[in-house]
């Protein structure tokens, strides 16, 4: 009886994929038609090489992208507990000049460190993108936004990010981070 | 000054976004892969760009990364070939909007500091966004160079290369640094 069930849900799961990938053929088409050139997605020679397929990335859960930006919410308005839930155990982080994996204690204590000196975070979202590898077994979330923040003493400065986080199991697993500074004003003569 | 000779020359970046109109939230278009994963989700933020995406084209994907090989290799003139006639760049501490011609020499210059540059991909992604009828190549790689008097330095960098009607118009590129090695005692 146990193994028909099973049985009738590998059933459900497969039919459930083939529905789901006859909707995906319509939107590369989709994509094709728009764009005015046709996709080919083989016998195409990049001009790099990477370690998974040239068109490894579908598009991926969004609910990836809630977790992902209500970490973040949370974190811009201080509450960093709040923001902590969204991590596991264990976090790789990769920022500037920094690279490590650490424990969800290390991250709390770098979170809280964060915002010792700063009186506002302000976060200006430009974009959002949830993907999922072609073997589904890779989920990350990207993020471009613009970040503002005023420290104690008044003083405020801005950086534009580029983050990646990856998703596992419901949680944030790795947190890379890429910036990149505003020109500086040429100062009135 | 070393930071625009770097970012420069990766050549590509996604999503610039600031002068982008708002758009209204999650306008994913019927015929998605999206489509499949029909659930309410409420974002804590707006955001400017749309993001209503899908996978790209890969001739555009192909001709963005062979754009940007020929610029590794030394080729300026051959990478600028697949240029708009206005560009605009988005470097760390550097925004430029301007003639193919002078972002030419610009890069002419910057790529001339150098004597060797090593490109090693992560991944990269190519999106196109139907509400601008234009594709974003994302490029996630190492950068390894030597300058001209032997200094070896590298960085990661995430660029994002925006393409329309089959020409680059825009480069957004950001980065980061490795740790630097802790000193011998």
Known sequence: ?189 | MKKIMLLPMTIAMLVGCNTKQQQPKEEKPADSSAAVQKVAVTYPFSHKYSINWQPGDDKITLMVLETFKKYVDGDVAGAMENFGDTIELNFDYYHYRGPRDSVKAMFTGERAKMASDIVEHDTWLGAYYPDYKATWVTMWYKEKWTDKKGKMDSAYHTDDIMVKDGKILEIDGKMRHYPKPAKKM
Not at chain 1, 12 to 32: D, G, I, T
Not at chain 1, 119 to 144: N, Q
Not at chain 1, 179 to 189: N, S, V
Request: hydrophobic share 40%.
């Open chain 1, 1 to 189: 009886m146990k193994k028909l069930f099973l049985w009738l849900i590998m059933g459900l799961v497969l039919f459930m994929s083939s529905c789901q990938n006859q909707v995906k053929q319509p939107a590369a088409n989709e994509a094709v038609a728009d764009s005015t050139k046709p996709a080919v997605q083989s016998n195409i020679h990049y001009a790099y090489t990477i370690g998974h397929p040239a068109d490894n990335w579908d598009r991926g859960n969004q609910e990836n992208v809630a977790i992902v930006l209500n970490a973040l919410k949370a974190f811009e308005t201080g509450n960093v507990e709040e923001s902590l839930k969204a991590f596991a155990d264990s976090v790789r982080w990769s920022g500037d000049y920094f690279d490590a994996k650490i424990s969800k204690d290390s991250l709390t204590a770098m979170f809280k460190d964060s915002w010792k000196n700063l009186a506002s975070i302000k976060i200006d979202m430009s974009d959002f993108e949830s993907v999922i590898s072609k073997d589904k077994k890779d989920e990350y979330v990207g993020l471009w936004y613009k970040q503002k923040w005023t420290d104690k003493k008044g003083k405020t400065d801005s950086i534009y990010h580029m983050d990646d986080l990856k998703i596992m199991n419901g949680k944030i697993v790795e947190l890379d981070e890429k910036t990149r500074h505003f020109p500086i004003p040429k100062k009135k003569m």
